[in-house]
């Protein structure tokens, strides 16, 4: 496999094997959430163990110390990934 990285197998609770290489991690945050702040440097952290890879798209034009180069999230994105893009307008946060 020249150039090519070498599976990462990851067998799931119902026994099935996934090659983590094909799996992706997309990621809405925030600058100021404090949950963004405990858990996306834990994400990342177990992405880097792992060997899958995160997208990771900031709602509010912030990323945080984890991802700081987050990026904006295009209206696409959060209609295709994000349950909250289909919240009625008054109950969104941004």
């Known amino acids: 496999m020249s150039g090519a990285s070498q599976p ?4 799931l609770s119902n026994g099935k094997q996934v090659d983590l290489r ?3 991690v997309v990621l809405f945050m925030q600058g ?3 949950y963004c702040h405990k858990f996306d440097p834990v994400l990342k952290q177990l992405a880097g163990q792992y ?3 995160v997208f990771s798209y900031t709602i509010d034009g912030q990323g945080d110390d984890a991802f ?3 990026l904006p999230a295009p209206p696409d994105v ?3 990934f994000s349950p909250i893009s289909r919240w009625p307008r008054r109950l969104r946060f941004w």
Request: charged fraction near 25%; proline fraction near 11%; glycine fraction near 6%.
């Open 51 to 53: 060997g899958f890879s």
């Open 32 to 34: 100021h959430c404090p």
């Open 68 to 70: 700081p180069e987050a």
């Open 8 to 11: 990462r197998w990851l067998r």
């Open 22 to 24: 094909d799996w992706k």
């Open 78 to 80: 959060m209609q295709t």
